[in-house]
């Protein structure tokens, strides 16, 4: 897990919560401006976003040279599309992941049809480290919320939203991963997601 | 409790496949309660990130803005004057289709009429067999091609793509059927390639249908321009 930092120093605290509003105010406003063509406004966006988005697509793709070009295609979609972002639907960030961690789990899947060999070597090294990731600790604050969050899941809940979120795998995957019928690795991530929810005060 | 809900979480985090992913975003098209679960999932999901947190090379940085300096941004969703907007905009749409450079032609097929047992039939398949069923097509080029087929005594219509480009990354299908000059969402289709998916609502007093690209969940009302319009004075 070396790749794992604190969060660095000027990376926004969370948008979706009351004492990050102010954020998620600028952070929108940012996007606002990038969709009228303001450069500089999507720099400073990329400034306040990029390390979540490049730890994000690392997370789940694993190869540095893959998650570049992930965040890469990502930010240039946002970009493009950043017209069609609604605040009052949700936050610039939650938006942006979105479209990081479908891309990236887009990528795993492909190259996983592709080779044979990626795929077992996704297999194993994510067996190795799948379990730990969250619970590893963190500078921020904000980072801290969600340890304190993720240690209210059962364990088994845990172990299924993070295959899916981190690991990129379907949940009928995870179902064969953890050994469980697919309804109960579905509930397992929805009521794990739900609970993390709750205990984060994110509004919807 | 549908079933259907219960995806909500994996759909959240993209654990789901693309049939999955076709079947919940139709779910979701008509179940607000779904919309917000999703909606507040994905801001839980972006709070998980933070834990992740690294920062990227510098060079990245570079390439993420000498890329966009060769990208406009698109239009914002505009809100049209619904019944006067849309034929006009539409025809012209097709040719700037989001998804490929297709020139738009309508290619009305006939539908063969088939006597097998309906009994054993999808909703889809009767409808492509009723004996009244007229289809339109639209060539949309290297994106592929998408055809309407309806059955006014079916009260049904059902979109037949073959080959088609998926909707933009984050972004998905969204179906209309013009009702008395109003364009009213008949479901979402997420991705292209080949699918055969009914169209919701009365497609026996539609005129038109139209494919649009809106954000993931859809829309309430059409981003224009429009991928493909079908319009059904032309269906034979």
Redesign the interface.
Known sequence: MD???P??DG?AS???TPSGVDTAARLASLMQR????D?AA??EL??AT???????A??VVRN?AH??EV???????T??????F?PA???A???L???V???A??RVRSAESATARDETYHRETRQTEHDT??E?A?A?L??Q???VA?AGLTEVQREA?EL???G?????Q?ATMLDVPV?TA??R??????R??DA?G??? | MSDIH?????Y??????DI?RAAFERHLAECEDCR??V???????????????????AS??D???T???Q???????VVPARRAAWFPLLVAAAVLAVVGVGLAAWQPWSSTVDKTDQGSLTAAEQVLRAPDAQSVSVDLGDAGQATVTRSKALHKAVIKTVDMSDA????VYQLWLQQHGELVSAGLMEGGGNQEIVLEGDAATASAAGVTVE??GGSQTP?LPPVALFDFSQAT
């Open positions: 790749h794992l930092k969060v660095p990376v969370s948008e979706a990038s969709s009228r063509g450069e999507f720099a990329y400034d990029s390390a979540r988005a490049y730890g994000l690392l997370r540095p998650a570049e965040v890469q295609e990502a930010y240039l979609d970009w493009r599309t950043s017209s069609r609604d639907r949700g936050t960030i939650g938006w992941l979105t479209i961690h479908r891309k789990v887009d990731t969250l590893a963190h921020s904000e980072a919320r969600v340890r993720v939203v899916a979120f981190f990129g795998y379907t949940h009928t995870v309804g579905k509930t991530i929805r009521d794990g997601l739900i993390l929810r984060m994110v509004g919807s | 219960k995806l909500s979480g994996a959240a985090l993209d654990a789901v496949d999955e917000l679960e909606a507040s999932l994905r801001e839980t999901t972006a709070l998980l990130s933070e834990s992740v947190a690294i920062a990227p090379p990245l940085r390439s993420v803005l890329g966009i300096s990208i406009r941004p698109l239009p914002p969703v933009p990354s984050g972004q954000p993931a981003n």
